[in-house]
């Protein structure tokens, strides 16, 4: 059993940047690709990004490209978005997911485990 907790979120203006942070612990000596996700009132949960165990690969949604990046730390055993650019249509509940192999993906079904989420509000 893996836990994940997000923390970051927050209300920031159009053009401004937010770091989240997402912390695994129980069960983390597994191999685990990681993800984040989005959840937008009245939308279905849409993928953000990914990264590999090893954390060389990585992959991100068209309408995040250029603008999020992620990144991992197997030491802490935590998973960064560092999201800049934001625009409002980047509010949502932002959710981290833990994925029992070393490749990441896009698909949220292929996730076992996924952290309370934490809400980001972009102002314009």
């Known amino acids: 059993q893996v836990q994940l907790v997000e923390s970051g979120g927050g209300l920031v203006q159009a053009g401004g940047s937010l770091r989240l942070s997402c912390a695994a612990s129980g069960r983390t000596s597994g191999s685990y690709a990681m993800g984040w996700f989005r959840q937008a009132p009245g939308k279905e949960r849409e993928f953000v990004a990914t990264i590999s165990l090893n954390g060389y690969s990585t992959y991100y949604a068209d309408s995040v490209k250029g603008r999020f990046t992620i990144s991992r730390d197997n030491v802490k055993n935590t998973v960064d978005l560092q999201m800049n650019s934001l625009k409002p249509e980047d509010t949502a509940v932002y959710y981290c997911?833990?994925?029992?192999?070393?490749?990441?993906?896009?698909?949220?079904?292929?996730?076992?485990?996924w952290g309370q989420g934490t809400q980001v509000t972009v102002s314009s």
């Open positions: 997911a833990a994925r029992p192999r070393g490749t990441g993906s896009t698909r949220k079904y292929e996730y076992d485990y």
